[in-house]
């Protein structure tokens, strides 16, 4: 029965109250004894257990609360309370009576656990700011109340961190805030109450850590000393309590503290650990241990101790202590040098933001991941990545209200687009973040302003050094760097000058000397022996070096002491604050300082003086996997080492490993770009491509090879140099050959890499762009231990595009004589070197390329192109209107271009496939029109097919498939089966239109398709939406209609569709199942063509998005011609549509193929024939690219 309360004597309740608070404490006691031990589930549970049938429930639940937040799980946390608060009442005014202070404990408690939880500011802030008050700030910490001590160490540890991350207050403003902490704690020392006293020594030392940053100077380390000896000096002190604080002290003074009494504490903790069973204490200790070794030597990390602290990070799992786990990933991430162990680095960053969402704290995810973006920027060569993570970072954070946060995002983002070379975007981030920190950050908006400055000048470098730019930005550095100084950041001030001094090279000598003089002023306010005031003086001795190098004339041993000098010097302060990679940095531009007096003075000494200080940099770069550095690094190297190879000192073989040590690191620079869309991944490749360096590389390369008669290298130096950024994102779906894959899958250890490498690439197409730097982490570590093994290094070469070898070829010239009986195929290579051009021939018997020079220069071929097929928009070329002469005779305008092929007279034959691969200029003209002997154009004599290199035609084969790729890779939802025929020709106010050719040509469209069993659809039908699925889902997609091609703007090429216009940067984005695409349109198969033979338009776009094969026009064709090609091009896949399925039957169950190569020659040689279209205008427009020929699966009547 219940019990009336009204007839219980006042005796009885207060008896009843005793027995119950007896009861709590001794469940207290228990918890406590479990939770003081790392035991949480165990304390957990004691909780639980006493609140099933507790009344008073807000101590136990804070309590629980308190133990959960403590293991590391702070929304269960917080969900506790949120529950419990659900059966409190509303608040009070006053915090009278316990229960009410309690309340007022609770809800302080949530809106602390919200910051974390949620990640925003501003309403927990303004609750705990209505809830101080309610407490008459604090006034019963008089009283030593337990509750209000708890409450006002909540309110102040939130304080300290929105000041930190989000709005700071006057320093005097926290300063009161915080002053009660120490006269509070001397009182709860004379009282021996440890544990609140703890909790106090533990918020002091955080404060003090935040100390600068946040303003406040009543804190001092001397103070806190004292507060820790008085503590560990009470008599009556706890075993645990003492080793806590001992191991704290050890953490917060180890440089201060005497080594032998270091040393003695902290064995007497790790003792008191064992003897009182502490789960995690001994290994929090060992952490703390290492990350003090390791920051005072990196050499400490070897594997035997990493062996043993993933043993440690198995125990924390195993008795559930994730605030123990994450403390001690972070104190170990603290101290490992940027530049070194980066896979290590992302494996630990990676257990760190998996911790932080089992915490469910929202807050330490994002910190989490601003480090790892930070670490991936800091590796270098990782930038597409970092600005994939960084832009979804801001996004995500735009809806918070956190403003450091909201500021640091596109901060990292201009730093990783700066990396990129997109220095608009860069600027643009960069303006944002200063804008967000404002006055909140002065010291994150410097910085940011910093990456302002630094967009700034990369743009004055980009647009030729307009002096009214650098005017503009002289004046933005002056302001700055006086607003700087006023705000007491000399180290920013000090940069900004830096940069000014290093990166403008066009100073006035006035100009430069007041920027030094700023320079050495701002050095000289750093306090001596400051790290920040040496790293600044180590960049003004290297400038002081570069400044004497410049003007250097003389050639005295003497003369150059005092610039070498600098760079020791710089190198010296580097090195005494373990700073490897700016010291390497610093030895490599001493390198180019000894190459300078190398250029006055030649000789083998010095040169060699150069390559030594060069390797030395370039190890520590490598050892560091600065991806960015150590390009730079095996360029310079390249450059020195060809420079001996001129004068005789270096062999070939040397020279040509040191070029291709720097083609190597620009590759892997490029390698990162799959983070970004086809199209962005793409356009950027190309800028990397089409540096006037790697440029320059190839020269050399192309030269060794030439003057040493080194045929076989300069056929693979071309193949490199071709097409890389096209080869590149081909290689990212390509198909692995079949008997390669089973060859691999056979062992168990490359199986599981494979499948393992297969799930993560899986997880990252599907996961949200926020949560793909962490797996693009895992994934590239799996792919370095992937290229270990030779076989797996293969199936890599093929995703990552890695250009083929001549045996790569031959196997595919076997591979296509296999199902072309009877007809060899030949691989066609332009080289342009020296003002010349060059054709390359592999192909027949023959292991070894032929080279022969071409009788046309490039000079002369680029002046024909702008005689004869320039034209401004809305004019016809000179070759469209030249009627004048036929082709046969020697005086039409092609036929001053012969010589381009004349050399394949000799070494093909007819009827052999010849894949043509142009260089530069070429591209623009029609070489299968060209006379391979008298009278007779390539077309007629040869089936043709062009490619952008040999390495893209490899892929596109592969792509378009045979027996040699397994069912596995290719499901069958990923083939295609319909053939889909369009056309949109519409009236349109700048463009003639005629409605009877409109009806001509739907008319061929839907009698073609119904001849081949195809979908047609033309007109208003072929909308955006229409013709994106038909592309996606066809085995064969047809358009005749218009094509806008802008050289000036290759993404915005494009084909008129009925409701807008399908652009190339839209095509990329497909998901294409390697169909074969013909496009009758004005300039359909026209491309940009960047340095490095990079293309750029339609035919790229379908390439990448999954075409197998694209055929098109070079130059604008008329409709008519277009719809008689198409009218041969079908007759023809008709009729070999039935030789291919006879064939397949003979040679024993190959798929039936479609001579893709053969059909468009027969199409082509019939409007040559044609009286209205024999003009090479109108035939030599049409060329087809990629793979040869098309596959038959089924999806046709006569299968």
């Known amino acids: 029965m219940p019990i009336n309360s009204s007839s219980v004597s006042p005796s009885s309740k207060l008896n009843h109250w005793a027995q119950a608070m007896a009861t709590w404490l001794d469940a207290l006691a228990r918890s406590r004894f479990h939770a003081d031990r790392a035991e949480y589930k165990e304390a957990a549970a004691l909780l639980r257990d006493f609140l099933k049938t507790a009344s008073d429930r807000l101590e136990p639940v804070l309590e629980l609360s308190r133990v959960m937040k403590t293991q590391g799980y702070?929304?269960?946390?917080?969900?506790?309370?949120?529950?419990?608060?659900?059966?409190?009442?509303?608040?009070?005014?006053?915090?009278?009576?316990?229960?009410?202070?309690l309340g007022i404990q609770m809800r302080m408690e949530v809106c602390r656990l919200k910051l974390f939880v949620t990640a925003s500011f501003d309403a927990p802030l303004q609750e705990a700011e209505e809830l101080r008050l309610q407490t008459s700030d604090f006034a019963a910490l008089e009283e030593l109340e337990p509750t209000t001590i708890e409450i006002a160490l909540c309110y102040s540890r939130m304080r300290v961190l929105s000041c930190l991350h989000h709005q700071p207050i006057a320093p005097a403003e926290l300063e009161a805030l915080i002053s009660w902490l120490r006269p509070t704690y001397d009182r709860l020392v004379s009282a021996s109450r440890h544990r609140e006293s703890f909790e106090i020594l533990q918020a002091y030392s955080a404060f003090l850590e935040s100390a600068t940053r946040v303003g406040i100077t009543t804190l001092d380390f001397e103070t806190w000393s004292?507060?820790?000896?008085?503590?560990?000096?009470?008599?009556?002190?706890?075993?645990?309590?003492?080793?806590?604080?001992?191991?704290?002290?050890?953490?917060?003074?180890?440089?201060?503290?005497?080594?032998?009494?270091?040393?003695e504490i902290e064995t007497s903790a790790k003792t008191i650990y064992i003897d009182q069973g502490h789960a995690v204490g001994v290994m929090d200790l060992r952490f703390q241990q290492v990350s003090r070794a390791l920051k005072k030597d990196h050499q400490y990390l070897t594997d035997e101790l990493l062996d043993e602290l993933k043993g440690y990070f198995a125990k924390y799992q195993t008795s559930d202590s994730m605030a123990s786990y994450q403390t001690a990933i972070h104190a170990f991430l603290a101290h490992i040098p940027q530049w070194l162990a980066f896979e290590l680095q992302?494996?630990?960053?990676?257990?760190?933001?998996?911790?932080?969402?089992?915490?469910?704290?929202?807050?330490?995810?994002?910190?989490?991941?601003?480090?790892?973006?930070?670490?991936?920027?800091?590796?270098?060569?990782?930038?597409?990545?970092?600005?994939?993570?960084?832009?979804?970072?801001?996004?995500?954070?735009?809806?918070?209200?956190?403003?450091?946060?909201?500021?640091?995002?596109?901060?990292?983002?201009?730093?990783?687009?700066?990396?990129?070379?997109?220095?608009?975007?860069?600027h643009n981030r960069a303006a944002r973040a200063v804008e967000i920190f404002q006055e909140t950050f002065p010291s994150d908006a410097a910085t940011a302003?910093?990456?302002?400055?630094?967009?700034?000048?990369?743009?004055?470098?980009?647009?030729?050094?307009?002096?009214?730019?650098?005017?503009?930005?002289?004046?933005?550095?002056?302001?700055?760097?006086?607003?700087?100084?006023?705000?007491?950041?000399?180290?920013?001030?000090?940069?900004?000058?830096?940069?000014?001094?290093?990166?403008?090279?066009?100073?006035?000598?006035?100009?430069?000397?007041?920027?030094?003089?700023?320079?050495?002023?701002?050095?000289?306010?750093?306090?001596?022996?400051?790290?920040?005031?040496?790293?600044?003086?180590?960049?003004?001795?290297?400038?002081?070096?570069?400044?004497?190098?410049?003007?250097?004339?003389?050639?005295?041993?003497?003369?150059?002491?005092?610039?070498?000098?600098?760079?020791?010097?710089?190198?010296?302060?580097?090195?005494?604050?373990?700073?490897?990679?700016?010291?390497?940095?610093t030895r490599q531009m001493q390198s180019c300082a000894i190459?300078?007096?190398?250029?006055?003075?030649?000789?083998?000494?010095?040169?060699?003086?150069?390559?030594?200080?060069?390797?030395?940099?370039?190890?520590?770069?490598?050892?560091?996997?600065?991806?960015?550095?150590?390009?730079?690094?095996?360029?310079?190297?390249?450059?020195?080492?060809?420079?001996?190879?001129?004068?005789?000192?270096?062999?070939?073989?040397?020279?040509?490993?040191?070029?291709?040590?720097?083609?190597?690191?620009?590759?892997?620079?490029?390698?990162?770009?799959?983070?970004?869309t086809s199209f962005e991944?793409?356009?950027?490749?190309?800028?990397?491509?089409?540096?006037?360096?790697?440029?320059?590389?190839?020269?050399?390369?192309?030269r060794v090879c030439q003057i040493e008669g080194r045929v076989t290298e300069l056929w693979e130096w071309t193949q490199k140099a071709k097409a890389r950024s096209l080869s590149d994102q081909l290689?990212?779906?390509?198909?692995?050959?079949?008997?390669?894959?089973?060859?691999?899958?056979?062992?168990?250890?490359?199986?599981?890499?494979?499948?393992?490498?297969?799930?993560?690439?899986?997880?990252?197409?599907?996961?949200?762009?926020?949560?793909?730097?962490?797996?693009?982490?895992?994934?590239?570590?799996?792919?370095?231990r992937m290229a270990q093994d030779t076989l797996l290094k293969a199936m890599m070469d093929i995703k990552n595009g890695t250009p083929v070898g001549i045996d790569q070829i031959q196997q595919l010239r076997s591979q296509i004589k296999k199902c072309s009986p009877g007809r060899d195929v030949k691989f066609i290579d332009w080289l342009e070197h020296s003002n010349k051009l060059w054709v390359l021939v592999l192909g027949g018997e023959e292991k070894t390329p032929t080279v022969m020079q071409c009788p046309v220069s490039p000079d002369?071929?680029?002046?024909?192109?702008?005689?004869?097929?320039?034209?401004?928009?809305?004019?016809?070329?000179?070759?469209?209107?030249?009627?004048?002469?036929?082709?046969?005779?020697?005086?039409?305008?092609?036929?001053?271009?012969?010589?381009?092929?004349?050399?394949?007279?000799?070494?093909?034959?007819?009827?052999?496939?010849?894949?043509?691969?142009?260089?530069g200029v070429l591209h623009s003209i029609p070489l299968h029109a060209l006379y391979i002997s008298d009278n007779v154009p390539v077309i007629e004599r040869n089936p043709v097919i062009y490619s952008a290199s040999l390495t893209t035609f490899s892929q596109c084969c592969r792509r378009g498939g045979w027996s040699e790729v397994d069912s596995e890779q290719r499901p069958a939802a990923s083939v295609a089966t319909q053939w889909t025929l369009t056309s949109v020709l519409q009236e349109s106010d700048d463009r003639w239109f005629d409605p009877e050719e409109q009806g001509e040509v739907y008319s061929l469209i839907s009698n073609t398709a119904a001849t081949s069993d195809a979908k047609a659809v033309t007109g208003t039908d072929v909308t955006r939406q229409f013709f994106v699925e038909a592309m996606q889902q066809s085995a064969l997609f047809h358009f005749h209609g218009h094509g806008i091609f802008d050289r000036s703007i290759l993404a915005d090429q494009s084909l008129e569709l009925a409701d807008g216009n399908m652009a190339v940067r839209d095509i990329f984005d497909l998901k294409l199942k390697a169909p074969h695409m013909t496009l009758v349109a004005c300039d359909s198969a026209s491309q940009g063509i960047a340095a490095g033979d990079e293309p750029l338009g339609i035919v790229t776009a379908l390439l990448c998005a999954g075409a197998g094969s694209v055929l098109g026009t070079i130059w604008p064709t008329a409709s008519r011609t277009g719809r008689c090609f198409t009218d041969e091009f079908y007759t023809n896949i008709l009729e070999q549509q039935k030789r291919s399925i006879d064939f397949s039957t003979d040679v024993g169950g190959h798929a039936a193929i479609i001579d893709l190569a053969e059909v468009s020659q027969r199409a082509v040689l019939a409007l040559r024939r044609n009286i209205d279209t024999r003009h090479p205008y109108h035939w030599a427009a049409f060329v087809l690219h990629g793979c040869w020929f098309m596959s038959q699966r089924g999806q046709h009547p006569a299968d």
């Open 74 to 101: 702070w929304r269960d946390a917080l969900t506790v309370l949120l529950d419990e608060l659900d059966n409190l009442p509303g608040p009070v005014g006053t915090a009278a009576t316990r229960e009410e202070r």
């Open 226 to 263: 004292g507060m820790m000896q008085r503590f560990l000096s009470s008599p009556d002190l706890p075993p645990l309590f003492k080793a806590n604080a001992m191991v704290l002290l050890a953490d917060k003074a180890s440089e201060r503290l005497d080594e032998a009494y270091l040393a």
């Open 346 to 426: 992302m494996s630990l960053s990676h257990i760190r933001d998996e911790l932080a969402h089992q915490a469910g704290a929202v807050f330490l995810t994002h910190i989490g991941r601003v480090g790892l973006i930070s670490m991936w920027l800091a590796h270098s060569g990782k930038a597409a990545s970092a600005v994939e993570a960084a832009e979804a970072l801001d996004t995500t954070l735009r809806e918070g209200d956190c403003r450091w946060l909201r500021g640091i995002a596109p901060y990292l983002a201009s730093q990783a687009y700066s990396q990129l070379h997109d220095y608009r975007k860069a």
């Open 449 to 585: 302003r910093n990456a302002l400055l630094q967009a700034k000048l990369e743009l004055y470098q980009q647009n030729n050094s307009n002096p009214k730019d650098l005017e503009e930005i002289l004046s933005f550095a002056d302001t700055e760097t006086t607003r700087d100084r006023a705000a007491g950041l000399t180290l920013q001030a000090a940069q900004k000058t830096e940069m000014i001094v290093v990166q403008i090279r066009t100073l006035q000598p006035e100009q430069r000397r007041y920027w030094m003089e700023r320079m050495l002023n701002f050095v000289n306010e750093f306090e001596s022996d400051s790290e920040d005031g040496d790293i600044r003086m180590a960049g003004l001795f290297q400038v002081q070096g570069m400044e004497l190098t410049l003007p250097m004339k003389e050639t005295d041993p003497k003369a150059w002491e005092p610039c070498l000098a600098c760079f020791d010097k710089s190198v010296a302060l580097y090195m005494k604050h373990l700073r490897f990679v700016e010291a390497a940095n």
């Open 595 to 676: 190459y300078r007096w190398f250029e006055l003075s030649p000789s083998a000494h010095l040169l060699q003086r150069c390559l030594d200080l060069i390797d030395i940099s370039l190890d520590l770069f490598r050892e560091a996997d600065n991806v960015t550095f150590i390009a730079t690094a095996s360029r310079w190297r390249s450059i020195v080492v060809y420079t001996g190879w001129e004068r005789g000192w270096i062999v070939g073989d040397k020279t040509l490993t040191a070029l291709q040590d720097a083609e190597n690191a620009w590759a892997v620079e490029r390698a990162d770009m799959t983070a970004l």
């Open 681 to 702: 991944a793409v356009s950027r490749r190309q800028q990397f491509t089409s540096l006037k360096d790697l440029r320059e590389t190839y020269r050399r390369a192309f």
């Open 731 to 784: 290689g990212v779906n390509s198909l692995v050959p079949a008997e390669l894959r089973e060859q691999a899958i056979q062992d168990p250890t490359r199986r599981e890499l494979m499948e393992e490498a297969d799930a993560l690439s899986l997880r990252i197409a599907g996961s949200p762009p926020e949560d793909r730097l962490k797996l693009r982490g895992e994934l590239e570590a799996i792919h370095k």
């Open 860 to 919: 002369e071929v680029a002046a024909w192109k702008r005689e004869w097929l320039d034209a401004q928009p809305g004019e016809v070329s000179a070759f469209q209107e030249d009627d004048f002469y036929s082709e046969y005779e020697p005086e039409f305008s092609l036929r001053a271009l012969d010589g381009l092929v004349a050399p394949l007279h000799e070494l093909t034959k007819p009827g052999d496939l010849v894949v043509l691969c142009p260089t």
